[in-house]
């Protein structure tokens, strides 16, 4: 069979605003899409040859018979699964993304999410981010353990989404969070690579070590995202400043800080962040900073001073899923 035609269809990365970590302990969290880097996949009808994926970026080009066990190859038979279509087809999909890869900004993810509704698109399908969160859900539980399923959320969403994973195999809850007037946050990359699964997996043995302790700990962070929620919907910035420095000496206590995370956090306070926090599985990875609009600048020049690896500004507003 073949397609005369061609689609597109991109994905935001993504930072952890609060309550990492805890939510894979049934705690709230709350994520929000980062507009300005995306993942984007291109599917092409091809003559034949079956189904070849090229990554221009990394120079990289792969047949489905090389490398059947790839992510991006499961995914792939796992979307046509769903939508009806045999793997017989003959596609080229290109992949981009100018997301930084494992830098907790959700770049496996925001590929996944990309791929999945460029295919649907493909074969005249439209699948709601509901049913591309599960596939990309499916794909990341395949290469990273047993994640909470807020990346795949928030990424499927393009919205802040407030996210409570479910217990004994029920759906998360997944609720818009409401933000006015917008929030600004600057996210620096410490450029320590540190796998999400290795942190994670930390965690899980000082848990299993002293439940009681953890699950305390994990409980005053889920405090602190309900009251993020609170101050994101009444405008008060001040406190979520606080509430974010809050979470970060709670991450501290966890033992999924770095050095380098509380370099960069500390030089975001001391030129006039309201609040900086590491965000996503940490250990290394990306920071958060509120910022207003007198303090963006400096405080994105001074975490690129102060060697960050990347700086992003990025706005939090309920309606962030226009594309640029
Ligand atoms: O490292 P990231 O940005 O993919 O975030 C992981 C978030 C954790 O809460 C640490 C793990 C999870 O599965 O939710």
């Known amino acids: 069979m073949q397609h005369p035609k061609h689609s597109t269809a991109s994905a935001p990365g993504k930072v952890i605003l609060c309550g990492e970590h805890a939510v894979v302990y049934g705690q709230p969290a ?15 009808a091809a003559d034949k040859g079956g189904i ?23 995914l ?13 087809v003959a596609l080229r999909i290109t992949v981009r993304s100018d997301i930084p890869i494992a830098g907790g900004m959700g770049s496996g993810a925001a590929l996944g999410a990309a791929l999945v509704r460029a295919l649907a ?13 599960a596939l990309v859900y499916e794909s990341e539980r395949a290469y990273h353990g047993t994640p909470s399923g807020i990346d795949n959320t928030v990424v499927s969403y393009e919205q802040p989404v407030w996210f409570v994973r479910g217990t004994d195999g029920a759906p998360p809850t ?21 796998p999400t699964y290795v942190t994670v997996g930390g965690v899980r043995e000082r848990w299993q070590r002293d439940r009681q302790h953890y699950n305390a700990l994990f409980e005053q962070i889920g ?7 609170g101050v994101l919907r009444d405008g008060q910035i001040e406190q979520l400043g606080t509430l974010l420095n809050q979470n ?9 800080s ?52 990347h700086v992003l500004h990025t706005t939090v507003s309920m309606h962030t899923n226009e594309h640029p």
């Not at 709350?30 to 092409?44: G, M």
């Not at 070849?52 to 499961?74: I, K, S």
């Not at 405090?223 to 929620?229: F, I, N, P």
């Not at 250990?283 to 405080?299: I, K, N, P, S």
Request: charged residues 15%; proline residues 6%.
């Open 30 to 44: 709350i994520a929000v899409p980062l507009n300005r880097v995306r993942a984007q996949a291109t599917v092409d």
């Open 52 to 74: 070849v994926w090229y990554a221009p970026d990394l120079g990289e080009t792969w047949r489905l018979g090389d490398l059947p066990d790839h992510p991006l190859a499961q």
């Open 76 to 88: 792939t038979g796992a979307t046509l699964a769903r939508i009806g279509v045999a793997t017989d």
């Open 121 to 133: 698109a493909f074969f005249d399908q439209v699948l709601g981010p509901a049913d591309v969160a």
């Open 174 to 194: 997944i609720e818009p969070v409401e933000v006015r007037p917008p929030v600004a946050l600057i996210i620096g990359d410490t450029g320590v690579r540190a």
């Open 223 to 229: 405090a602190v995202a309900l009251a993020v929620r």
């Open 248 to 256: 970060q000496a709670l991450l501290e206590t966890i033992g999924v």
């Open 258 to 309: 770095s050095p380098e995370l509380e370099h960069l956090i500390g030089v975001a306070r001391r030129v006039g962040a309201l609040g900086a926090k590491l965000s996503g599985g940490g250990g290394g990875g990306v920071m958060l900073a509120l910022v207003t609009a007198d303090t963006a600048e400096q405080v994105q020049a001074a975490l690129g001073a102060a060697g960050a690896a």
